[in-house]
Nanobody, 126 residues
């Protein structure tokens, strides 16, 4: 049984930092990409950042470039999202997801991912 477990969310003030973690277990296939998405209240789930598992190449949404950093620890099967200079508009439930198969371009659509975590709440107060 595949499980992705996120942790690290919380309530912070604008300008603060948080680091989210997502550890996978039960994966029987290799990982091509792992990504972070978020869903703010009343909005659709959106891509935040992603990483190609083998090369470590990263991709970011324009809204978080320069503030968020995605990284991975292959030995721990864990992906991280370091978030700095948080803004109230970053408030959302953050989900990690994993994709098995390769693609020509980095997959930013939620429908392209095979497994999802349960999400962790990040709330940024002004």
């Amino acid at each position: 049984q595949v499980q992705l477990v996120e942790s690290g969310g919380g309530l912070v003030q604008a300008g603060d930092s948080l680091r989210l973690s997502c550890t996978a277990s039960g994966l029987t296939h290799s990982t091509y990409a792992r990504a972070w998405f978020r869903r703010a209240p009343g909005k659709q789930r959106e891509f935040v950042a992603g990483i190609l598992w083998n090369s470590g190449a990263t991709v970011y949404a324009d809204s978080v470039k320069g503030r968020f950093t995605v990284s991975r620890d292959s030995a721990k099967n864990t992906v991280y999202l370091q978030m700095i200079s948080l803004k109230p508009e970053d408030t959302a439930v953050y989900y990690c997801a994993t994709r098995r198969s390769s693609s020509l371009a980095y997959p930013k659509s939620a429908g392209l991912y095979d497994y999802w975590g349960q999400g962790t709440q990040v709330t940024v107060s002004s």
